[in-house]
């Protein structure tokens, strides 16, 4: 059975980083979709970024130019690099991966405060 651990979450002043990695157990992550979802309190999750097992990317357009997914298949492992940060961003983040079934992290906290 497949397992997803999200790290990197914290706190994070404006204009900062971050970094979120997804450790995926299992031996179909390189053949699997990844993606980011974030979920803000009182709101549903939405869809932040993904790549395919072939590399492609797509992004929500409130990220695009500012977040990176990427993936290295030899770690079992996505990212998310999150550049330029915003207040909206905060939220608890997910990590998901997608092949013929859906997968969950358990989430990692992003706060962008002062």
């Known amino acids: 059975q497949v397992q997803l651990v999200e790290s990197g979450g914290g706190l994070v002043q404006p204009g900062g980083s971050l970094r979120l990695s997804c450790a995926a157990s299992?031996?179909?992550?390189?053949?699997?979709?990844m993606g980011w979802y974030r979920q803000a309190p009182g709101e549903q999750r939405k869809f932040v970024a993904r790549?395919?097992?072939?590399?492609?990317?797509n992004y929500a357009d409130s990220v695009r130019g500012r977040f990176t997914i990427s993936r290295d298949n030899a770690k079992n492992t996505v990212y998310l690099q999150m550049n330029s940060l915003k207040p909206e961003d905060t939220a608890v983040y997910y990590c998901?991966?997608?092949?013929?079934?859906?997968?969950w992290g358990q989430g990692t906290q992003v706060t962008v405060s002062s």
């Open positions: 299992g031996s179909i992550f390189r053949f699997s979709d």
């Open positions: 790549i395919t097992s072939a590399g492609r990317t």
């Open positions: 998901n991966l997608h092949r013929f079934l859906d997968v």
